[in-house]
């Protein structure tokens, strides 16, 4: 039974993951977390579902863009501790890391501390730069890679699963995500990190008690 092609913009990264395989998922989830604007969570998604209909491993998916994405924060990390405001103020305009949003980004960052780099995973813009920020707040790197791995975890997670998921119904779901797809997905979006949120903080909260 032929594959039905993926709807909306999962067909735009198709072509790569059917040239490159696995290797486009690695690339691209590690160039996108260390700020380089490429399509790396739309490439994961696709593969997730190219997994649900049998034509990749959801496990290698999966491993591969979890480890993508811990290294490629740990590289934007790097940038960020010893290349400092200097390094970043001269080069960032090519990654879209903008003074403003640079300040914007650290300020929230010293509010919440360690669990926005984890839950920044889920929103565009601070997935790319939580690294980056967290290296230029002195942030520990060991405490940032425990929330870094925690946020990879749970981003690779819930994108694998719903992809897998889709995969497995895609026929029925193609003409519905065509149909509806950004507002799909940004549903999804705000559901997922609505619910990641409600997590961390419960678990603040408890600790405290």
Do not use: C
């Not at 940038?79 to 890391?97: K, M, N, S």
């Not at 425990?146 to 694998?160: D, E, P, R």
């Amino acid at each position: 039974m032929a594959v039905p092609p993926l709807p909306g913009v999962l067909a735009d990264v198709a072509p790569l993951l059917d040239h490159w395989g696995y290797l486009a998922v690695a690339a691209l989830v590690f160039v996108e977390d260390f700020g380089v604007p490429v399509p790396g969570e739309t490439v994961m998604i696709a593969a997730a579902v190219y997994a649900g209909t049998g034509q990749m491993n959801i496990v290698v998916v999966a491993v591969i863009a979890f480890l993508a994405a811990v290294t490629g924060d740990n590289l934007g990390y790097a940038i960020g501790r010893f290349g400092g405001h200097r390094l970043v103020d001269r080069y960032g305009r090519y990654v879209l890391l903008t003074e403003t949003r640079i300040a914007r980004a650290e300020a929230f960052f010293g509010r919440h501390g360690g669990k926005i780099v984890s839950v920044s995973r889920f929103i565009e813009g601070m997935r790319q730069a939580n690294g980056i920020i967290a290296g230029l707040a002195d942030m520990s790197w060991r405490r940032f890679l425990a929330f870094n791995a925690l946020g990879a975890a749970l981003w690779v997670g819930a994108w694998v699963s719903l992809g897998d998921l889709a995969g497995q119904h895609l026929s029925t779901l193609s003409p519905v995500v065509q149909s509806f797809g950004l507002y799909l997905l940004a549903a999804t979006v705000v559901l997922i990190t609505a619910l990641v949120a409600r997590h961390m903080l419960g678990r603040r909260s408890a600790d405290r008690q």
